[in-house]
């Protein structure tokens, strides 16, 4: 059977929809999850009792408990699954977990309230956020032995890699910011400011994006994390984020918030908000399985993990309302899909990937936001929104003309510029500075010959109407005749170049003389007096461009 997608509307929590027929009890209060490498077994802090709650994931079935000791946190899984790391923040210590035996084979000490936690990729160190000193305390899990400590924020909360290993992260709910470390030597290469309370992260697959909960902004910040900044944020309508966890596939990331009581949905991709799950009791942390079939998330409220159907996801969820834009849809239960449903229209084309994917071409709309309905012989489901976007408008632009060399600052007045990430000047783009969805700002580039040329933009609706820009010649002068002339000056003097139709002003020396602007290649000038001798020819344009003769006029 089709699993019914999030939409915009809230999903209730019930058998029927994302929730499976039941949820598993553990122990009171959990908190952090991890799922093994493997994906067969979840391993839950139960953050109120002081045991690690074993969970199969083959049957969702509790399977054993793990004494560590009072107040579990967070937890964190070897690479080779061979040992699971617990926080305890009121002890100030890091249990070590052998998961052959659910016992625990050391307690390592010397922290100072210890929540978030993470192991290296290649599974040689363990990093420990130390909340209570703002540090991360470094330990070596050959001898599990704290070997380094390395200053961060104020109250590190939570710790994960990048996937290559180079990089470490660390949100600092009390500074606000962001630590990125490296690896080797384990030095802060930047601080990333500018949030409010941020507490879980989350890090592309591919490592190019971090997510952030920005929890006291009720956000989740997005940076990027080649030049370590902020380029985005969504906002979370539920209320204050406090852990994130990606898809596998990265076309959902997931936001858990603990009050009211939900997970929000969203789409990387373009930065939106898709569904909101509720039905949940306190939820504190999620995870998902290997494949991102499947979502556990701990319930505290309920003394339980439950496990939810992931929902659907259309990627990407907006396009042009000319249709013709590829997507693809991910759920189940999509083998002997019989036709898709952009509200009303059918898709023309779609093929079924497998039993889990979709793809689709859209076809044309008249409305912004349609529900997306895929139709089998088992029944219907709606598996999300797509959003229609209209077309940019460019109205005015504050400069028509500029050098061919480029560099003209140009505003643009109009509608619907966010999301344009691109201006074309003829088959040349530039990146604009969008101010808002009704202006933005954009530099000319450089234009292989003089003209006009035309100028439009693109967002996701598709493409714009175009106004006309107009480069003008590179302002030179190739040469001034004749070349020499009286010091009384009242000579005239032919100065020969491109680009001269924007010239203002002519001088000998500096001093002025009369002009007259034949056309763009010459300028027909009267010497002004001047004492004997070679001065330079320089015309000069409104916009302070200028061009010199190459050769002097002398005075004699």
Known sequence: MMSISSSPAQLAADPGNLFLPHAIPVGPTPMGIVVSPDGGTAYVADSGGDAVSVISTATDTLTATAPVGSGPWEVAVAPDGRHVYVTRPAAGAVAVVETATHTVTATIGGFSDPRGLAVSPDGSRLYVANSGAGTVGVVS????????TVTVG????????????????????????VSVVGTVGNAVTATIGGFSAPRGLAVSPDGSRLYVANSGANTVGVLNTVTNTVVGAVQVPAGPPACLALSPDQTLLYAVVPTPGSVTVINPSTATVTGTLVGFDSPQRITTSRDGVRLYITDGGTDTVRVLRRPAAITPNQGSRGGGEVVTITGQGFTGTRAVYFDLRPADEFTVVDDNHLTVVTPSATLSSVPVRVVSASGTAVVGHYYYRRLPVIEQISVATGPQSGGTVITFTGRRFHGVTGVWFGKTMRTPTVLSDTQMTVVTP????AGKVPVYTVNPGGVSNSLSFTYIANLTISSVSPVSGPAAGSRPVNINGVGLSAVTGVTFGGVSGVFKVTSDIKVQAITPAHAPGPVAVVVRTADNRTATAPTPYTYI
Do not use: C, E, Q
């Open 154 to 177: 104020n109250t590190p909360d939570t710790v994960v890699f990048r996937p290559d290993g180079a990089v470490w992260y660390v949100s600092n709910t009390g500074s606000g910011t």
């Open 446 to 449: 450089p234009a292989a010959a």
């Open 141 to 148: 899990t050959a001898t599990n032995t704290l070997t380094a």
